[in-house]
């Protein structure tokens, strides 16, 4: 594949529905499609309202939405500011572009920009490519931590009690 010129630019308001698309396609690869409850109007308001919870960037190609990358500030009690990568996603027909790379250099330099004391994110165990991408930066990918979470339901189950 002949690689074509791409951009990468902060995400606007504008971009959610093309983002969310992105979303969803991961979901397909990760194999849980059914666990995406987050709709484009819930991240325009969590994005783009009054008190944004994250970042956004795009790579857009020919007017094109074909990745993104999502992060926010994440607070460690043994580190201070850490950005957390939430997800970086390019569409499957755009990889192997570098598009992945310049995503996540752009969330590097956001750390760096930022004044974070670093940059951290998850990794399925299984995703080999993905884990050998990051592998190429060195990173410093740690299985000794198992994740942990709480949904709203089973929260507010555990309060009805």
Same mark, same amino acid.
């Given at each position: 594949?002949?690689?074509?010129?791409?951009?990468?630019?902060?995400?606007?308001?504008? *971009?959610?529905?093309?983002?969310?698309?992105?979303?969803?396609?991961?979901?397909?690869?990760?194999?849980?499609?059914?666990?995406?409850?987050? @709709?484009? =109007?819930?991240?325009? &308001?969590? /994005?783009?309202?009054?008190?944004?919870?994250? =970042?956004?960037? !795009?790579?857009?190609?020919?007017?094109?939405? !074909?990745?993104? &990358?999502?992060?926010? @500030?994440?607070?460690? @009690?043994?580190?201070?500011?850490?950005?957390?990568?939430?997800?970086? !996603?390019?569409? *499957?027909?755009?990889?192997?572009?570098?598009? /992945?790379?310049?995503?996540?250099? @752009?969330?590097? =330099?956001?750390?760096?920009?930022?004044?974070?004391? /670093?940059?951290?994110? =998850? !990794?399925?165990?299984?995703?080999?490519? &993905?884990?050998?991408?990051?592998?190429?930066?060195?990173? *410093?990918? *740690?299985? /000794?931590?198992?994740?942990?979470?709480?949904?709203?339901?089973?929260?507010?189950?555990?309060?009805?009690?």
């Amino acid at each position: 594949m002949i690689a074509n010129s791409f951009s990468i630019r902060k995400g606007s308001a504008e *971009d959610i529905p093309a983002v969310h698309r992105l979303i969803c396609e991961l979901a397909e690869f990760e194999r849980a499609p059914h666990e995406v409850i987050n @709709t484009p =109007q819930q991240m325009l &308001a969590d /994005g783009f309202g009054s008190s944004p919870v994250y =970042q956004m960037w !795009v790579a857009e190609m020919n007017e094109n939405i !074909v990745g993104m &990358a999502i992060c926010y @500030t994440r607070y460690s @009690t043994w580190k201070g500011r850490m950005l957390y990568l939430e997800d970086i !996603v390019v569409n *499957d027909q755009y990889r192997n572009q570098c598009i /992945g790379r310049s995503l996540f250099e @752009t969330c590097m =330099q956001h750390s760096i920009d930022g004044n974070f004391a /670093g940059m951290i994110w =998850q !990794v399925l165990d299984w995703n080999v490519d &993905a884990i050998r991408f990051y592998n190429r930066f060195n990173a *410093d990918l *740690d299985n /000794g931590w198992i994740n942990g979470k709480l949904m709203r339901q089973e929260i507010e189950r555990y309060f009805s009690k």
